[in-house]
Structures are given as structure tokens and as C-alpha cells.
């Protein structure tokens, strides 16, 4: 019999604990909106929470930095050209009470002032600017959104121009475009080189006029043991400036002197 208030009590307490008493772990990179009867009573930090589902709710919100792709959409530049431009963001979640609480998608909002922003810049500027300044947009965009961002209760970290995609009929100009600077670069190169080779000859003719000998000097250099005649002496025949080895004449023979 003493054992049946015993049963009792843990079946309530079970039962409670269960039904009546729920748990909530709020994570270190999570913060916790507690509300009661439907109104906003704070917010919790990391840690562990007990509360009545029936009068209250606590809602997570992750608060870690978000890299997220806002896809392509149709932008018109000022000299009326058609882009499909894709932007990628990393935000993070700042305050979690207003970014719930004030808005009921704040994610969306966040695209939608990011689009909107990204209009006006790229309605702003020729085709040639925006490729030329590519690397810049993404920070006018920052410049443009942050403190709409932090309205949402959101910080918007970083954009960046992800792809620009043209009409295809322009995408085939600009391959002539790059085909023919490249072809230029190649042509300047090569006349580059031939001035250059030119130039080489120019001095070694100077050079060779001034020294007639240094013609002489370089045919001995480049003959590799050839035998290489100089013009015809009046009393004789061809004199090799490099005559035949000893080993070629008859044994106990004098080498021929020509005369």
C-alpha cells in the first residue's frame, strides 16, 4: 500500500514532464524568442529552457553568418542592352526580435532591397562601364542596402556580382571583339620581333664594314672543320687555311706545300 503514492507521484511528474512541462535547448549559434499567451516576452540566450506549451512558445532563430544566391533576373543597361545578372550575399542575423518580429519574411525582403538596388545600378551604366567596373558594383550595392538591412535587423556582409549573362547575338560580338584584340597583340608582337632582328643585322653590317676581317673570323668559327678557301694567290693554286692531317699523306712524304 505505501508503494501506490509512490506510483502516483512519478506518474504525475511523468506525466507532466511530458504533456504539461516541455524542454527547449537553445544552441550557442541559435537565440531563443520567448512568447507568452501570443506576446513577445525577450530573448533567450544559449541555454536550456523549461516552459508550459500551453501559454508558451519559444521560436529559434539562427544567428550564423548565410551565404545565399540571389538567381538571375532581367536588367536593362542604360544604353538599353538586356542582362541576366545573379548576385551572391553572406548576412547574418543581428537581431533576431526584429528580424521576426517586424517583418514576416525577412529573407525575401532582403532579396527583394537587394534587386531593387541592383536595377538602379546597372540602369545607371553603359555595357563597356559595367564590365569595367565589375569589381566595384558589388560594394555599391553593399553601400546602397546596409541601412535598409539593419531596418530588417539584419547586417549584409558582403555582395558580389556572381555572373553576367548577355543576349547571345551580343555574346558572339563580344568574341570578335576579344578574337580581334588578341590577333592585334600578336601582330604587334611578331613586328616587334622582326624590327628587332632587323635592327641585329643593321649593326653586324655596320660592324663587318668597319672590321672586314670579323667575316673571316666568323666563317672560321662556323666551318667546324671544313676546309674553307680565301681567294686564289697570283703564283699558286688554293691555300686551305686549314690543311689535311700528316696522318692522310704516305708515311716518310712531306706534306704537298702547293708550290
Not at 548576385?87 to 529573407?107: E, G, H, S
Amino acid at each position: 500500500m505505501e508503494l501506490i503514492p509512490i506510483l502516483l507521484a512519478v506518474f504525475v511528474i511523468g506525466f507532466a514532464s511530458r504533456y504539461v512541462i516541455k524542454r527547449v535547448t537553445v544552441y550557442e549559434y541559435e537565440r531563443g524568442l520567448k512568447y507568452t499567451n501570443g506576446r513577445f516576452r525577450g530573448l533567450l540566450q544559449p541555454g536550456l529552457y523549461w516552459h508550459f506549451p500551453y501559454f508558451t512558445t519559444i521560436t529559434k532563430v539562427d544567428v550564423r553568418p548565410r551565404s545565399v544566391t540571389i538567381p538571375g533576373q532581367e536588367v536593362l543597361s542604360s544604353d538599353s542592352v538586356g542582362l541576366k545578372v545573379s548576385l551572391a550575399m553572406t548576412f547574418q542575423v543581428v537581431d533576431p526580435a526584429k528580424a521576426i518580429n517586424t517583418i514576416q519574411d525577412f529573407l525575401s525582403a532582403l532579396h527583394l532591397e537587394l534587386q531593387v538596388a541592383l536595377r538602379i545600378v546597372i540602369g545607371s551604366a553603359t555595357i563597356d562601364e559595367l564590365l569595367e567596373r565589375r569589381n566595384e558594383l558589388g560594394a555599391r550595392l553593399l553601400e546602397m542596402t546596409t541601412a535598409k538591412c539593419s531596418g530588417l535587423g539584419v547586417q549584409l556582409q558582403s555582395v558580389s556580382i556572381k555572373d553576367i549573362m548577355f543576349p547571345g547575338a551580343l555574346k558572339s560580338i563580344f568574341t570578335q571583339v576579344v578574337k580581334a584584340k588578341k590577333e592585334g597583340l600578336a601582330a604587334v608582337e611578331k613586328a616587334r620581333g622582326e624590327t628587332a632582328a632587323l635592327r641585329n643585322l643593321a649593326n653586324a653590317a655596320e660592324l663587318v664594314e668597319r672590321v672586314p676581317a670579323l667575316l673571316q673570323l666568323r666563317a672560321l668559327h662556323s666551318s667546324e672543320g671544313n676546309t674553307i678557301l680565301f681567294g686564289m694567290p697570283a703564283n699558286g693554286g688554293p691555300i686551305p687555311l686549314k690543311a689535311r692531317s700528316s696522318k692522310s699523306s704516305p708515311e716518310g712524304t712531306a706534306p704537298s706545300t702547293g708550290e
